[in-house]
């Protein structure tokens, strides 16, 4: 069982919009502003995405959108594509100088 | 353009020891927090270890503590991961990832992994 809870899937539509949830404690992403959210294809390294809550790395289209509040963060993704069908992974430091992840969620572009 | 290449990984029985390597190019090694994560068949991320720049310090899940070591060695930009009495739940694929200057899990820079199969 992983530390943050993320649902398994969620799917939409092209152009829409959907926001991924993750939840965790007051000793993750309850008590530090370190929550990251990364991007991974099957066969492929995760790639970061969003950093800081809500900060995005060069690169990274502007569709990608972080949030939290209280011991929850959250990825909106905008104007939804194809090419962003895949697993999406996120994390937080934590106490006791630690990561968690959470379990991923499966993004399907219908 | 910077990049991370893990070696290493192979087959090796219950209870054996396995040493991994991450070499890095096009950024400064020595200036990063580096980690380990790990992602077993069919499963998600589990982050391994990591090791601070400056002082190296270390830190490590609990589920490898005392049986994993992370070092690096910033004169020829090479982290590794020293795996002793490994376990069958040890399987899994093994990424290094930079971090920013101080341990944060801002993992900007990842390895494209390597395998460790841990069976009899």
């Known amino acids: 069982q992983s530390a943050l809870t993320q649902s398994a899937s969620v799917s939409g539509s092209p152009g829409q919009s959907i926001t991924l949830s993750c939840t965790g404690t007051s000793s993750d992403i309850g008590n530090y502003d370190l929550v990251s959210w990364f991007q991974q294809r099957p066969g492929r390294a995760p790639n970061l995405i969003i950093y800081e809550v809500n900060k995005r790395p060069s690169g990274i289209s502007h569709r990608f959108s972080g949030s939290k509040s209280g011991n929850t963060a959250a990825l909106t993704v905008s104007g939804l594509q194809a090419d962003d069908e895949a697993d999406y992974y996120c994390s937080s430091f934590a106490s006791g100088a630690r990561v968690v992840f959470g379990g991923g969620t499966k993004l399907t572009v219908l | 353009e910077a990049q991370l290449l893990e070696s290493g990984g192979g087959l090796v029985q219950p209870g054996g020891s396995l040493r991994l390597s991450c070499a890095a190019s096009g950024f400064t090694f020595s200036a990063y927090a580096l980690s380990w994560v790990r992602q077993a068949p069919g499963k998600g991320l589990e982050w391994v270890a990591a090791i601070s720049s400056g002082n190296n310090r270390t830190h490590y899940a609990d589920s490898v503590k005392g049986r994993c070591t992370i070092s690096r060695d910033n004169s020829n930009s090479t982290l590794y991961l020293q795996m002793n009495s490994l376990r069958a739940e040890d399987t899994a694929v093994y990424f290094c990832?930079?971090?920013?200057?101080?341990?944060?899990?801002?993992?900007?820079?990842w390895g494209q992994g390597t395998v460790v199969t841990v069976s009899s």
């Open positions: 990832a930079k971090d920013g200057y101080y341990f944060d899990s801002s993992f900007d820079l």
